[in-house]
């Protein structure tokens, strides 16, 4: 689904002009969305920020390098940014929850390394037509916590995900994402009957010592 710069709304029946190849999307154009709504959900992607750009340095820094981003629904963008040795502001680097959080530590690779996020988002509550709990994100950038469970406004509940490419080269792969809701519901439950409870790769006994003659 391809933003019309036109309208200023996403339109489903524009075809996106991302281009695949070699494992790979590269932005190209302007946003795109999944046609698909996700309530709670562990969403991943890895994404590559260009060595070319970044070595041209000057005024190509800042918010230059890479610049997108990811959404979901009317909650607050998740930056992505060359944040490798590039000065911007706070909550505008990578992993940033854009204009609001800045991440807790610069978990940034060079550019031309992949890099990975896993954001967990849940979706907020409702009672009665009233908000009685807020959307939150926890993002791990390459593996470490850099958001955890920060409240963000928006009313969405199911969201589309969106990617919100700013201009610049930019590369991602390894896409997923995988509903909450039914797979944590029983945590902390009991155990069914029957489930297995031992475990599944015990130590072989130990061989018996020859006794000496």
């Not at 309530?39 to 390098?65: K, M």
């Amino acid at each position: 689904m391809e933003f019309n710069a036109r309208t200023g709304i996403d339109d489903p029946s524009l075809p996106p002009k991302w281009r695949v190849k070699d494992g790979y999307a590269e932005a190209a154009g302007n946003n795109i969305q999944t046609r698909a709504k996700f309530g709670d959900c562990h969403f991943h992607v890895e994404w590559r920020t260009s060595p070319e750009e970044a070595a041209i340095g000057g005024e190509r820094f800042d918010q230059h390098l890479g610049n997108s981003g990811i959404e979901f629904g009317d909650h607050p963008e998740i930056q992505i940014l060359d944040s490798f040795r590039n000065d911007t502001y706070p909550d505008g680097q990578a992993a940033a929850i854009y204009g609001y959080f800045p991440p807790r530590v610069n978990a940034s690779r060079p550019p031309g390394e992949w890099q990975s996020y896993d954001i967990f988002y849940t979706a907020p509550v409702f009672e009665n037509g009233r908000r009685v709990k807020s959307a939150t994100y926890t993002v791990l950038h390459n593996g470490l916590p850099v958001q955890l469970a920060v409240e963000v406004k928006g009313d969405a509940v199911e969201c589309r995900i969106k990617f919100r490419p700013h201009g610049g080269q930019l590369r991602y792969r390894n896409i997923w994402v995988r509903p909450l809701h039914a797979y944590d519901e029983a945590a902390g439950q009991p155990l069914p009957p029957g489930a297995r409870t031992t475990n599944p790769f015990p130590r072989p006994p130990a061989k018996a010592k020859a006794k000496s003659p």
